[in-house]
């Protein structure tokens, strides 16, 4: 294949994928459902913001509306989740990033460990996602009136309701570092949106997924030639990851 | 009917209520248990008065009927066959109901402002058109007594005949009870009735006998006279230290307002690194692959045929 013809972005950086449609769809579809339990939730949570209840056309739309978009959102971050954990498993050098979260947030990259598709900031978003919002489901069934509360003892609806709150609380804090960190690194909003990110960004962001990627592509390069292939970067991977 | 003026608490509202009155004096209903005949007069005097129908049910095989407190039922006797220690039987029949809690456990749950308000005369009462039908109220309260309406999601219970004490009359149950065993008036003479009656059930070898006016929930303004106090549960498990649960406690307490400041504080602290430390801009190619770009890059790490090799993004994603 010729290098012209890959995709480039406005300053001619080369591009490469790192969501497809699919995920970008489910993502933003779960972000809306988010927003909108988020806003209707926290209505219920404090008097301070009973107005929100009005972004769901009023307060008894929003006690009605708020578990079924709750399901809608938990189904979606099921799917994300899931095809989404392999690169949330936690690495070697994961831990040296932590430990240099100073030179993160002083945003002196070029300090760091090489680290994967997903930095532990990301890890840890996720992890706290996969704790709360199952939790959220479980909890929030139990106080779902009209339709399953009423199965339930009363004892557990109070505990149902305190976790649901404290995940609710939980989820919420962990979603504002989550928008936080998609503002300030550029160019993840348009990995969420479009799908590409330039190489250069692959590159500095998440070294190991980048080399993981230039190594699948030479792989599939030979198998269309040779009709086999062995993974150059088998080895370092390991190195990297042990 | 609610009195607008004259409100002490107003479910999920941070600022003060109107309560021009100052001095009001606090009512309450007594049930002398002791007195009871389990006719139910009461109970169809609340239809009656409140104007509301329960369906037809079943009968479960005791005179429990309804079998329990339902939208439309907001008061049911419940009755116990209890056979005491000297191998007789007791019947105890008690007339269920809201308690109308000084600190109630459904005001403090209830997240829809004014849906549940205080009265100054410590009548708890259901405003039920702000009412969002989220059932905390049933969460929240102490004795299991809110029901939520299957018709219109809306949740009610006794208004202690609210809008009849309001213009001086006594609540209906009151009124046509034909033992006297329900008795009304300021909470002061209410008690005194009430140590009355004790000391009459006492002399009659009740050693137990007691006035039922919980203070884990700040007394009632509904109270009962016990001819075994020392044990409410014997009466279809009246709980016998009945408070707010410290599970709700901690659902609606200084979590709230804490777990709030922490979000608002986390976005803030998010803005302040924005404008001190600022973005992670995009990275040049020169920057990472160093001055000969990817290509070189990879022909360093991998060789000449690497070099050669980047896929199309948008092709990737037909894959
Ligand atoms: C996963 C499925 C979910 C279900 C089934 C669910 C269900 C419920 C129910 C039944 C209520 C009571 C109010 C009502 O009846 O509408 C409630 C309250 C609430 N929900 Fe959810 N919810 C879910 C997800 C979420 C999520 C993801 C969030 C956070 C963004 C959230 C935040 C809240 C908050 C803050 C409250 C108020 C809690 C309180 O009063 O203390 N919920 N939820
Ligand atoms: S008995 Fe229940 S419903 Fe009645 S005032 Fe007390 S907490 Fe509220
Ligand atoms: S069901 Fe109605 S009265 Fe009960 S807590 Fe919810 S809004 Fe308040």
Known sequence: MKHDEVKRNQRGQRMMLRYPASTRINHWTMAASFILLALSGLAFFHPAFFFLTHTLGGPVWARILHPFIGVVFFLLFVAIAASNLRYNLWIKNDLRWVRQIGDVLT?????????????????LVFWCLVISVPLLLVTGVIMWRPWFAGYFPIPLIRLASLLHALAAFVAIATIIVHIYAAIWVKGS???????????????????LWYEDHVDQDLVEQRKARDGQGERPGAERDLKARE | MTNPQNIVRRSATTTTPPRVREEVEEVAKLIDV??????????????????????VGIVDGTYNNPTDLTEHSWTVMR????????????????????????????LEACPAPGA?????????????DKCIGCGYCVTGCPFDIPRISKHDSKSYKCTLCSDRVSVGLEP?????????CIEFGSKDAMLIRAAKRVDDL????????????????????????????????????????????????????VTKPLMSAILGITAFAGFIHYVTKGPKEEPADEEVF??????????????????ATVRDPAKEEER
């Open chain 2, 202 to 253: 006492k002399a009659r070898g009740f050693d137990q006998a007691g006035i039922y006016d919980p203070a884990g929930v700040g007394g009632t303004h509904v109270m009962y006279v016990l001819h075994h106090a020392d044990e409410p549960g014997l009466y279809a498990g009246l709980p016998k230290d009945p408070r707010i649960s410290p599970l709700v406690g901690a659902w609606k307490g």
């Open chain 2, 172 to 180: 209906a149950c009151v009124k046509t009870c034909p033992t006297g």
């Open chain 2, 116 to 128: 549940i308000v205080q009265y100054a005369n410590g009548i708890v009462d259901f405003d039920s």
């Open chain 1, 107 to 123: 945003n002196h990259d070029e300090r760091l460990p090489p680290i994967g598709k997903f930095n532990p900031g990301q890890k």
């Open chain 2, 34 to 55: 002791s007195k009871c005949i389990g006719c139910k007069a009461c109970q169809v005097a609340c239809m009656e008065w409140n104007d509301i129908r329960d369906e």
């Open chain 1, 189 to 207: 909003i348009r990995a969420m949106t479009r799908g590409w990110v330039s190489r250069a960004w692959a590159k500095h962001h998440h070294p």
């Open chain 2, 79 to 106: 009755f116990t066959e209890h056979e005491n220690p000297a191998g007789d039987l007791e019947w105890l029949i008690r007339k269920d109901g809201c308690m109308h809690c000084a600190e109630p456990g459904c």
């Open chain 2, 290 to 307: 160093g001055a000969e770009g990817e290509e070189g890059y990879l022909r360093d790490t991998r060789g000449e045929e690497a070099a």
